[in-house]
Structures are given as C-alpha cells and as structure tokens.
C-alpha cells in the first residue's frame, strides 16, 4: 500500500514543477515589460518602477528568477499583492473557507442526488423515471451555469421571496470567524436567527454550483451501473438466489461506485471553475471571486500565486483520489 | 416423478415480425441422481435453456412453457420470491467462465459464506466453518488461506472449485453445469470432471451436464440430449446414441471427432454454418448441410417422434447400418 | 409448426449507421436545430428585422410584446442601451457556432497530430507531450482560460485561443490513447512487416480507426467550446461590446435580475439549445458507431 502511494506521489512531482513553470511564465508572457502590464494605467513613478524591479528580481536572468521563484515556493511564500500588499497565500487562507463550504455542499447535492437517481435509473433502464432522468442530466450540463444561477435568482429570490440574493449570510447578523465555516461560526453565535440566514444563504448557490456534477454523477453512475449488471458474477449472484435488492446494492453498487469515484474525484476541478462564476453572481466572498478579480484588476502576483496553489490542490486531490480507488479497487491494490 | 420435468420450452428475443427463437419448443426431463448430458454447437440454445430453466432470462428475452417442474412443482407460477427460495438452494448452477463469474470486490470465503446466509442462516462462526468444509470438498488445498483470497489471485482451476463449492453449499437435488471446463486447461479439465462427478454420486444429485465436448458427454452422461440451432434434434440413453445415432447431425457430430478420422485423409467437418437469425432455413434446420436432405426437408419442419425415451427429429432418422430409412 | 419467412439480409454498414441514428429522436432533433442554427447565420443579415448595433433611444429596457409596455416593433424586447433583443439574438448565433467551429477544428487538428505522434514513437517524446497535457488539466479549465486570456488581452479571437489550449489536452489523450491500443493489433503488425513507412502507418492505417471516438468527442467539443466561450463572455473577457455573443450579452445582466428578466433569460436560453442539440447529437453519434455499447 505504501508503495502504491509513494509511486503515485512520485508521478505527481514532475507534473507540480510544471504547473510552477506555467505559472512562473505567466507574467513573462504578457506582452510589454512586466512593471508597465502590472500599473495597468495607473502608470508607475521612477522610484516604484525600481522598487517593484528589485522585489520581483526582474534585473536577474530568467532562469535565476525561476530559482528564486521555486525556493520562495518551497518557503511558503507565494508572493504578496500588488493592491493589498498583502502575502497571497494569507488572502487564499482567509477566502478559501468560504469556497470550500460552497463546493462542499454542492458536492452533496450532487453526490446524494446523482447517485440514487443513477442506481434507479440503470435498475428501471428504458422507463419513463429513466428517460426522465437522462433528460435532465442532459439539460444539466448543456447548461451554462451562470445563466442557470440567474435564472433561480429571478425564480425564488425576485418572484418567489424564498431565498436571499447574494451574500453568505444577512447583513443584519455579525458572526465571529473562529472556523471561517459560516454554518459553523452561525451556529457557535448568539445571535438568534443566524444560522437559518446562513442556511437559507447557501442553498441556492449550492445547488447551482451542484447542477453539472448532479448531471454528470447521475449519468456516469446510471452507465456504470448498467455496465456492471451486465457482467457474469451478477449471472452468479441471481443464480445464488439472491434478493434483487441485493443483487443491487451489494453486489453490483461496489463495483459500478468504482469508476464514479474517479469522476467525482475529477469533478473538483469543475467545481473550481464553476465556483469562479458562482461566487460571481452570488458575491460569495471566495476564491473564484478573489482569482477573478484579480485579474480585472491586473494583480497578476495574485493570479500567478493563486493558479499555482489552486492546481496544486488539485494534484493533491487527484492523488487521494488515486489512492482511494486502489482501497476500493482490490484488483488495483494487487497488481505489480 | 422426474426431478426435473420439462415440456416445450421457448425463449423468444426481441418483438416484431422476426423474434429470435434462441430455444424452440424443446423438451427434456432428469430423474433424481441421473447425469444428462446436452450436447450442441455454439448457437445451439443449450445455455439459453438452462438460463431459462433457472429463470435468469431478462427482457427482452421472453420464456414460454408447458410445463417447467421441479420435483413435481410447477416453476413458472411460482411467485419470485418462493422461486427464489429454490434458486441456488435445490437447483444451483455454475458457469462456463470461473475467473469472471465470481464477484472482484469480495474475498472468496465471503461469496461462499454468502450462499450460505441466504438459504440456511446460521452464525458467522457456522457458517465460516461449512465454508471451509466446502472448500476442502472440492479440493482446494490451504482453504484456511484461501478464504480471505480474492478472485483475481486464484486460476482458473480454482475458482471453478470454488463457484462448485459455492453452489453444493446448500446440498442442491440438481446441479447444472454449462460448460464448466471449456475455458480451462486441458490438464485441470480432467480434475475437475472428476471433482463434479464425485460429488455427484456423492449426493446423488440430478446433473446437467452443458458442453460440445462429446468424449466428455460419453464419459460422464448417463442420457444425452442433443441439440442444434435452438432445437432437440435427438435423445437417448448414452450407449445407444453414440453406437446408433439416429440423427443426421449427431452422426455429423461424432465423425468430426478426430478419433474417427483414423484411416482418413481429412477430418469429416460438417460443412455450412449453424443459421444465425437472419438465415432461418424453410423446413428442417439443418437441411442446408445435410448429406441425406430431400424436397421434404427442405420444405416441410420435422417435428421430434418416437418413443419418450429415444426421441429423433427427423423424417428420415438413420437406420442401425447408419443410412436413412427411406 | 414452423412458420419461416424469407430470410432477412444483412444492412449496409451506412444504412445501419443512419438507422440507429435516426432511431434517436434527440439526436434527430438535435441535428435539425443544428442546420436551423447554420441557415439562421447564413441569413441573419436577412431574417433579422435590425442591425444589431443599432440603439433605439426611445426604447430602453422595453419588455417582450406579449408583456405590458411591449411591442411589436422589438418582439423580444430591448436592452439597456435601446438595442432589439431578437436581432443581437440571431447575429449573436454567428459568433458562438463560428468560434465553436475553430476551436474545436483547431483543437481537433492539433491534437489528433501530437497525440498520435506521442502514440506511435512513445519514449521521451511521449512524456514530455503528456506531462504537458497533465499540466493543462490541472488547472481548472476556465481558470486557465481566463489566465491565457489575461495574457493575450480580452477579445473574441483570444478567448477562443484560450478554449483552443484549453481542449487540447483532452484531445491528445483520446488520440494517443486510441493509438496505442490499435498500434498493438494485428494488421498494424503485418503493414509494418510489409515495410509501410511511418507516416502512411500512422495517417493512413491507425487514424482511421481512431475516429469514431475522436468524432463523438469533438461534437460534445462543440458544446463545451460554447459554454466556455460563453463563460469568458460572461466574465468579460470574450467577446466585447457591442458583439452580440450571446455570453457577453449576460455580462451586465445582474443588474437586471429585478427589472429586465427578458434581458438575462433569452441569450441564455439560445446558449442551453445550442448546447444541447450538440450533446443531443453527440450522443446520438456515440450510439449509432458504437451499438453495442447502446445495448
């Protein structure tokens, strides 16, 4: 087992050296000096012109740039914003919560619906739940999801009254950030009512972001499922004399869940990108919003160290994701 | 009574004007303890049958019978619940492909234990100790190690002993086995005839013995049911119908063996192709390929005829000097 | 007892293919709403009853005809600066099919060729190019599309540069993928024993076979191409105003969530149709190559 997590985590560095040198090339591809793209129209005096060079080493060679890059990386030092002088990394911490508990509950949106949804529809193939089903998963990811978030937005915040239009959580409330988990920090609050605001805050945006994985588990769980039926120890388990239910849930779920979980583990990288717009439309104080605005605003210190640290995660969560599937995959865990 | 009792089986695929008839009107019965053995082509309907007579064929597949009983009771109006009960309990079958019938995300004793759990209950500890018992029935050495195997790290040899476990585990009156060592070495086929046949006469269990191996069926069948194209074209008791066949096909059949092509030339294969669904012949199936075909058996459908225990489709079935009766 | 017909002859491999397609409504439709797209940009200059630029200053924000305040004269309503809804809508066609239409040409193309290449010579070529690839999906993909774009300056040709890297990656898997299962078959064996040089090899006897996946894949292409560049209009960083591509006219549309719901609904409905008839399509071609995955 250690082996097997050890050569995975061994595949992954090359790929993280390159994501540092797309990041690292990022401003150097901009066309026009760096200083200059950076002050945008703002325009740079001679004094910051200097300052900004000796900071970011732009006198130096590139690949001596590059190293100073990589070991400030190495120390945790991702760079500080051009606007807010603030460490980069320290803004990520701060916003990442916010992100994480959207993308979570998206997730489980997604998760707790696509999977029964799925499993009934590869069960009760060529019916009318089925088609109804597929169609719907279709609809899901055909759509454009910032159009999807304003469309809930005129349908049950504009028309309806049901839910709030943006923000995490109402305004009249102050909750203290002891975990930066609004539905942790309402419910730790004594303010009264702060934690059915936040709630109420998060379900929309949840499910908009939730949509497209929703379409793509339910998909993906249904033709593994009917992938899986077909195969002859399910032949064996039905010829045991076991329950359909069984034969189902046991037998079948633990195969079918195999390649639906490499897909939810892929889905985090749609959720990142769907987050971008989600937040947007939601003015959900999280990283999507941060990264996008960022770049409206030119703070490329902010983009570079943000794609670096957003990919990097990602890696990571591919990695576990990898190493997940050899515990559920006996077959993965034995071979070489 | 027969053990098994069955009387014009079909099984029809897909609806419309051109439903596959992947098994035609075929009847066969199995007296308790006696070893039949289906004999056929690829294409045949032999595994279909049995499929049906387990009741495991799905829509769009469609079975239709006169009778279907087991031990006297009828099958087919039996509901799923109570034909469940009898499912892998008293009739069990095992498979033609061992490495890809048995479930890869579960160790070898759970499957068994499995079996066990459904039909006779118990504790783990009870049935932990029946599933060792089982495994050293059918052979397998260290079966203490082997239960927490899974699949994959067994041979082929193996798992076919332990799909045989999984299926005596619950004491079945009647075992089918569709093609059980086909997908074997030829080495571990021999042991593992020995291994069904042993405890066969062990239990005194009615076994059905599915395979196109013809030696095999000569060694281990008591009755033969030969089979082609969805259809019984003869049966009988093994001695008879090996010595005198009396239909076209099954002489065809055993002068392909190459034991009997000693003397010869070439080997004697049967010309032409087993009809697929869109190449139904008029008339007798087989009529394409064979030698003795006449305008009746190209026009008209033979039905089977003679006394129940030595059946024959044909109009014109060999004659004991081996040339049809014209 | 027997009632045998005529026997049956098999179909032409053409004939099956477009009897399972055809079988597939939504494929069907989809491919129907596909030819009305192309002849809407055909004749947008024709069937659109205004230019698309052209503000009508007594009209802002005016509501659909069948809504109070509505009128003919802009069936769909009108836009903040007094532009009619329809036109933008029809014009805006143009723009989301064509830049679809390069990027995944484009992306297609280039990538069938690295990943092929990667497939066929394997070694350090091989892992170089997939290193990169792995690179490219890392990163989320409208993150890199926007960062490309960050790059390259916000415009309608650039963002669909960006979607062009962007989609690569999928595509030189798929190709190399497919090659190096085919290259292990049979008849790749012998050509090569008969001396085909590698080009002829690669081009002319592996490609072929590849297809069929490559070709599902590049219709669902279409589709995400659509969204991402609609996505990048949104952000505004696609196309720029007064284009009217049907993403960019969602940019602004927040702020009218309360009063204009006209404004954000329609562009977003042309882009869900669009979509889904390609994915309706996709899925139909998917089906009809390969019928026994259907069944």
Redesign the interface.
């Known amino acids: 087992m250690i082996a097997f997590i050890l050569k995975r985590l061994g595949m992954v560095i090359?790929?993280f050296i390159?994501?540092t040198?797309?990041t690292f090339s990022?401003i150097h591809?901009?066309p026009g000096d760096p200083i200059t793209v950076m002050a945008g129209e703002r325009g740079v005096s001679a004094e910051r012109r200097a300052e900004l060079e000796a900071l970011l080493g732009l006198d130096k060679p590139l690949y001596e740039q590059y190293f100073v890059y990589i070991s400030n990386i190495a120390q945790g030092d991702f760079g500080k914003s051009l606007i807010t002088r603030e460490p980069v990394l320290d803004e990520f911490l701060t916003l990442f919560p916010a992100t994480m508990e959207l993308s979570l509950f998206a997730a489980l949106f997604a998760i707790g619906l696509g999977l029964p949804l799925g499993i009934i529809a590869a069960v009760r193939r060529g019916s009318i739940f089925d088609h109804t089903v597929m169609s719907i998963s279709?609809?899901g990811?055909?759509?454009?999801?910032?159009?999807?978030g304003?469309?809930l937005?005129?349908l049950f915040?504009?028309t309806l009254g049901w839910t709030p239009?943006s923000g995490r959580i109402s305004a009249l409330y102050w909750v203290d950030t002891v975990t930066g988990f609004m539905l942790i920090d309402a419910w730790m609050s004594t303010e009264q009512g702060a934690f059915t605001s936040a709630v109420q805050h998060l379900i929309l945006p949840s499910i908009v972001l939730g949509t497209i994985p929703l379409a793509v588990v339910a998909r993906m769980t249904r033709s593994s499922m009917l992938e899986v039926l077909g195969?002859?120890?399910i032949?064996?388990?039905?010829?045991?004399?076991?329950?359909p239910l069984r034969v189902i849930m046991k037998?079948a779920l633990?195969?079918a869940l195999i390649p639906v979980v490499t897909v939810i583990g892929l889905q985090v990288?749609?959720l990142?990108?769907?987050a971008?717009?989600t937040e947007?439309?939601f003015a959900w104080p999280g990283i999507g919003r941060w990264?996008?605005e960022s770049?409206?605003r030119r703070d490329?210190q902010v983009?570079q160290g943000g794609?670096l640290i957003?990919?990097t995660m990602?890696?990571l969560i591919?990695l576990l994701v990898d190493v997940l599937y050899g515990v559920?995959?006996?077959?993965i865990r034995?071979s070489n | 009574m027969s053990l098994l009792d069955v009387k014009n089986l079909s099984v029809h695929f897909g609806t419309g004007d051109h439903p596959f008839k992947a098994v035609d009107q075929i009847s066969l019965t199995v007296e308790a303890g006696e070893v039949v053995g289906i004999v056929g082509e690829s294409g045949s309907g032999k595994s279909v049958s049995s499929l049906a007579v387990?009741g495991?064929i799905d829509f769009p597949g469609k079975v239709t019978a006169d009778a279907l009983a087991f031990e006297g009771q009828e099958l087919q109006t039996l509901s799923e619940n109570d034909r469940?009960?009898?499912?892998?309990?008293d009739i069990?079958?095992i498979?033609q492909?061992p490495m890809?019938?048995?479930?890869?995300?579960?160790t070898v004793g759970d499957q068994i234990m499995?079996?066990i759990e459904?039909?006779q209950g118990g504790s783990r500890k009870e049935r932990k100790a029946k599933a060792l018992a089982l495994l050293k029935q059918v052979g397998i050495p260290a079966p203490e190690s082997r239960m927490s195997a899974?699949p994959?790290?067994l041979s082929g040899g193996m798992s076919q002993r332990v799909?045989i476990a999984?299926a005596i585990a619950c004491d079945p009156k009647l075992l089918i086995a569709d093609e059980p060592t086909t997908a074997l070495d030829v080495t571990i086929q021999a042991q593992i005839i020995d291994l069904l046949l042993d405890l066969q006469r062990q239990k005194n269990m009615g076994l059905i013995l599915i395979t196109h191996d013809l030696a095999l069926v000569a060694e281990a069948a008591d009755r033969v049911v030969v089979m082609y194209a969805g259809q019984v074209v003869e049966t009988g008791r093994v001695d008879e119908l090996f010595r005198t066949p009396m239909h076209p096909y099954t002489q065809a059949l055993l002068n392909s063996m190459p034991e009997s092509a000693i003397g010869h030339k070439r080997l004697r294969a049967l010309g032409g192709v087993v009809p697929g669904a869109n190449d139904r012949p008029t008339g007798c199936l087989l009529s394409p390929r064979c030698e003795y075909a006449t305008d009746r058996c190209r026009t008209e459908a033979p039905i089977p005829s003679g006394p129940i225990e030595r059946q024959v489709r044909c109009f014109f079935p060999l004659s004991a000097s081996g040339s049809t009766a014209a | 007892m027997t009632t045998l017909s005529k026997p049956m002859a098999p179909p032409s491999p053409l004939r099956e293919f477009w009897s399972y397609f055809s079988a597939n409504r939504g494929a069907l439709i989809g491919l129907y709403y596909i030819i009305f797209l192309i002849l809407l940009i055909i004749f947008a200059d024709v069937i659109s009853p205004y230019h698309p630029y052209e503000q009508y200053r007594q009209s802002f924000l005016m509501p659909p005809v069948w809504e109070a305040g509505g009128s003919w004269a802009h069936i769909l309503g009108t836009d903040d600066v007094g532009r009619d809804m329809l036109s933008r809508l029809i014009h805006g066609a143009r723009y989301s099919m064509l830049a679809g239409a390069m990027v995944v040409t484009l992306s297609l193309i280039i990538g069938i060729v690295l990943g092929v290449l990667a497939g066929f010579y394997r070694g350090t070529f091989e892992v170089v190019i997939m290193?990169?690839a792995?690179?490219m999906?890392?990163?989320?993909?409208?993150?890199?599309a926007?960062?490309v774009v960050?790059?390259l300056g916000p415009s309608l040709l650039n963002a669909a540069m960006a979607i062009v890297v962007v989609s690569m990656p999928h595509y030189i898997r798929l190709a190399r993928a497919s090659t190096i299962s085919e290259m292990s078959k049979d008849y790749v064996i012998s050509s090569r024993v008969a001396g085909a040089s590698s080009f002829r090899l690669m081009f002319v006897a592996v490609l072929p076979n590849c297809m069929a996946p490559l070709i599902v894949q590049a219709t669902l292409g279409f589709?995400n191409a659509i969204?991402d560049m609609?996505?990048l209009g949104?952000?505004?960083?696609g196309a720029q105003p007064p284009i009217p591509e049907w993403?960019s006219m969602?940019a602004d549309?927040?702020q009218f969530?309360?009063s204009a719901?006209w404004v954000?609904?329609f562009?977003?409905v042309m882009?869900?149709t669009t979509?889904?008839a390609f994915?309706?399509m996709g899925?139909g071609l998917r089906d009809a190559l390969d019928p026994k995955l259907k069944q």
């Not at chain 1, 990811?141 to 999807?148: N, Q």
């Not at chain 1, 032949?235 to 329950?243: D, E, Y």
């Not at chain 1, 559920?328 to 077959?331: D, G, H, K, S």
């Not at chain 3, 949104?234 to 960083?237: A, D, K, M, T």
Request: proline letters at 4%.
């Open positions: 090359p790929t390159g994501i040198l797309l990022l591809m901009i279709l609809a990811y055909s759509m454009p999801i910032f159009w999807w304003l469309l937005i005129i915040s504009v239009v195969e002859d120890f032949r064996t388990a039905r010829a045991k004399g076991l329950s037998h633990r195969n990288g749609i990142l990108s769907g971008i717009l947007t439309i990264l996008l770049i409206h490329y983009v794609i957003v990919a990602i890696i591919n559920i995959n006996p077959r034995h | 387990m495991l469940r009960k009898i499912t892998g309990k069990a079958m498979f492909e890809s019938s048995l479930n890869p995300c579960f499995e079996a459904v039909h899974y994959h790290q799909m999984m | 290193r990169i792995d690179v999906l890392a990163v989320p993909s409208l993150l890199l926007i960062a960050a790059v589709s969204l609609a996505a949104f952000v505004g960083l993403g969602l549309a927040r969530v309360q719901w954000v609904t562009p977003g882009i869900l979509v889904l994915n309706l899925d």
